[in-house]
């Protein structure tokens, strides 16, 4: 996966406040012109904060659509339909911040499952961890976030599936790493 630039960053967080914006105020998300890399199919996920909180979180984890639409659709669903959270209201939105993500593919952890541990870099890969018919994602950012080592890491992924910790350690639980082009409204 190329790297996106800086400048297509800011578009990026851009795109994704608009398409808010737009939704909350009635209008359609359309999407203006954008460069050529907003046509390659990525992963994404947009993280809405209040006040350093989290007011929503979702996203596109596999490469099925273009940026631009991953990014209006990862944005509108993030603000009206983290089942977490109440819609973001019109009110809220001058009070968010927003956080994308982009993804790169994910891939299987390639080591047995007692060294996973060993393989998953904190702050650098984020997982999914998937088995007996669930799945759950966390962000490479999250652990950092919370100064959690890699067990740790292993773990809460686990506990977002909706499985055990230490399920990582079973060969029936797939474990896929990827890494995240992290673009911040603040850093705009």
Request: proline share 10%; hydrophobic share 40%; aromatic share 6%.
């Amino acid at each position: 996966m190329e790297m996106l630039t800086p400048e297509e960053g800011r578009t990026v967080v851009r795109l994704a406040r608009s398409a808010i914006e737009k939704t909350l105020s009635g209008e359609r998300a359309v999407l203006p012109d954008l460069p050529a890399v907003f046509r390659e199919k990525r992963g994404v996920f947009v993280t809405i904060k209040r006040q350093g909180h989290l007011r929503g979180c979702i996203g596109l984890p596999y490469p099925i659509k273009p940026l631009g639409e991953a990014v209006v659709e990862a944005a509108i669903s993030a603000a009206l339909e983290d089942p977490r959270f109440p819609p973001v209201s019109r009110s809220e939105v001058a009070g968010i911040d927003l956080e994308v993500t982009v993804l790169t593919e994910p891939r299987p952890l390639d080591c047995p499952p007692d060294e996973r541990p060993g393989c998953v870099e904190v702050g650098r890969h984020g997982l999914i961890v998937s088995g007996h018919g669930t799945g759950g994602l966390l962000l490479p950012q999250v652990p950092a976030e919370y100064g959690w080592t890699s067990r740790e890491f292993l773990d809460q992924t686990c506990i977002k599936a909706g499985l055990p910790p230490g399920c990582w350690k079973r060969g029936s639980v797939a474990v896929l790493t990827f890494e995240g082009q992290i673009f911040d409204e603040k850093a705009v």
